[in-house]
């Protein structure tokens, strides 16, 4: 299972959208501070970067691609560049391998399955094809962040899986870079890991439920060109774990115990739809907020599932004041849910057929006062969330 995107916003009414190239990876503000420098200075592993060509454009910079030091850079990431003259692709090949695709005159562009969207197209000049560059930063797992008149490419720890069957599981770590790290404690079921070198912008906490281990926490301390990642990993209750290896996914640890006992009860949930694998629940340490009265919750009056020309359309519809929050876990998982907070649901709880994009989708009550829409996605799909 892949670490879980997280975001709440206060609601009325809501609709999911499911396609297949509307920007699987939401585009971010590009610019790591307030402005972009004309003159950018560039950092990476203690060493400028000097590019000699970047146009500051649409909160980004446009590079060409076959500038010597974006090569070296490239090059020292274990990355490659496939291009020709004349071409329109540019193709740039990872390590791990995954493949960044971009294509001239055109804002989307594919890291691996997923395709996300660029402010700006890539463009020829002077037969050269130019990149937006923070795009292909962060599809290296580099984030770009200003350090007075400098921008560091801070290296990333990027993903953490965790994967269990038969009371094992194993937890891997990714990042930018080969991940360095070093055991800080290891006691009381808590083991402290410090991966040197490396940000994050993963979610700081992450309730797992896995076979002997609990919950992730994340914690960035150190600096932007020194900084620190501290993982401490929760165990369950007579678990044990092996040691730390180095693998092809940078970090690997593995575990031996029981699941932590499931922290949400499901309510009013039909035999048959009980029997559905559960979505993973981000409940920190097991604990619920007092559930609202009755009287205060929203009611959600409608789910309509209904198919639009490049995917399907999800709307619920509800009256009052409530808060949601999505989630989502990545390949092989699959799996997206919202959790409207402070509501109550006023239809049958149900299950909606299979279609060529969602294999299936669950809507029930929760607990007395969370209201969950399930989908399970067949396969890397962008989803987006529109409150109105």
């Not at 990714?174 to 800080?184: F, N």
């Not at 993963?202 to 620190?228: F, H, Q």
């Not at 490049?310 to 390949?331: C, F, K, P, Q």
Request: hydrophobic content about 40%; some cysteine.
């Amino acid at each position: 299972m892949s670490w879980i995107h997280r975001y709440t916003v206060q609601i009325g009414k809501l609709c999911l959208i499911t396609t297949f190239v509307l920007g699987a990876i939401a585009p971010a503000d590009a610019s790591p501070g307030s402005g972009l420098p004309s003159q950018p200075s560039f950092w990476f592993a203690g060493r400028r970067i000097p590019i000699a060509r970047a146009i500051a454009q649409s909160n980004d910079y446009a590079v060409p691609i076959t500038d010597p030091a974006l090569k070296e850079l490239l090059n020292s990431l274990g990355a490659t560049v496939t291009w020709s003259s004349g071409e329109r692709y540019v193709l740039i090949t990872t390590a791990r391998p995954t493949v960044v695709s971009f294509a001239v005159g055109d804002t989307r562009y594919d890291v691996g399955p997923l395709t996300a969207v660029a402010a700006f197209a890539p463009f020829m000049r002077n037969g050269r094809p130019y990149v937006p560059f923070y795009e292909l930063l962060r599809a290296l797992s580099l984030e770009p962040k200003r350090d007075g008149e400098t921008i560091v490419l801070q290296p990333q720890l990027s993903k953490i899986d965790v994967q269990s069957i038969d009371g094992r599981s194993t937890l891997t770590a990714q990042g930018a870079v080969p991940l360095k790290w070093r055991k800080l404690s290891d006691s009381h079921g808590k083991i402290v890991f410090e991966f040197d070198g490396v940000g994050s912008t993963l979610e700081r906490l992450r309730s797992v439920n896995a076979a002997g281990l609990r919950t992730i926490e994340i914690e960035v301390i150190g600096t932007v060109r020194d900084p620190k990642t501290i993982m401490t990993l929760l165990m369950t209750d007579s678990a044990s774990h092996g040691e730390a290896q180095a693998g092809d996914q940078g970090f690997s640890i593995g575990f031996l115990g029981r699941p932590a006992p499931e922290p949400l009860a499901v309510v009013n949930v039909p035999a048959a739809a009980a029997t559905s694998a559960p979505e993973p629940l981000d409940a920190p340490n097991g604990s619920l907020a007092q559930s609202p009265a009755p009287a205060q919750l929203s009611p959600v009056t409608a789910i309509d599932a209904l198919p639009s020309a490049n995917g399907l359309n999800v709307t619920i519809a509800m009256s009052g004041n409530a808060t949601y929050d999505w989630h989502r876990l990545g390949e092989p998982d699959n799996r997206f849910w919202v959790d409207i907070h402070g509501a109550q649901l006023q239809t049958v709880p149900n299950e909606h057929p299979q279609t060529d994009l969602v294999s299936s989708m669950r809507v029930r009550q929760m607990t007395p006062d969370t209201v969950r829409i399930a989908l399970t996605l067949s396969g890397p799909k962008q989803v987006s969330v529109t409150p109105s």
